[in-house]
């Protein structure tokens, strides 16, 4: 697995869809995920430390998982399938590790609540990761072989464009505070 931090979450100015990027810490390869407004907003107002006057589902998942005696340890994507991630939750409980599927925006919200690591399985940045450094891309990627081009059907190259195209048309300037809609 591999850690990673959240680099940021974009909206489209043209569809309004919302992207959470994760950042590979020793690296300048991104991990792009498309989430819900809902999620989104849970995340960033964790980011910012903003407190909900009444807790929203992931205060409520950190809490119940609190009261139960247990702790999360990190969390991790773990798969992706048909363009759609999947996460886990780990959570030490009476020395016992649990694992819990869960969406990767809501694995995501929870950790930047409770301060936990956040992985990423490496076939996982392997398939979807993108580098935004040319020069970085160019150096890390091996060179293609009639082997590796076998086992990596150009569908999947064609299936990630669309959010390589969506992060090209992104407004990277940060919002100006207070300009969030609460």
Known sequence: MIRVTIDSIRVSLLT?????????TDSRRYLPIWIGPFEADAIAMA?????????????????????????????????????????????EQNGQTIEVDARPSDAIALAVRIEVPIYVETHVLDQAGVFFDEEEQTAQEP???????????????????????????????????GSRKE
């Open 143 to 177: 060179l293609a072989t009639e082997e590796s081009e076998a086992a990596e059907p150009e569908m999947n190259e064609e299936n990630l464009s669309i959010f390589r195209d969506f992060i090209n048309k992104l407004d990277l300037d940060e919002p100006e505070e």
């Open 16 to 24: 309004q869809h919302r992207v959470v990027v994760l950042r590979e």
């Open 47 to 91: 980011i910012q430390g903003h407190e909900p006057q009444r807790p929203l589902t992931h205060d409520l998942l950190k809490a119940l998982i609190g009261e139960m005696g247990g702790t999360v340890s990190h969390i991790f994507v773990n798969d992706i399938h048909d363009n759609t991630f999947f996460a886990r939750i780990v959570i």
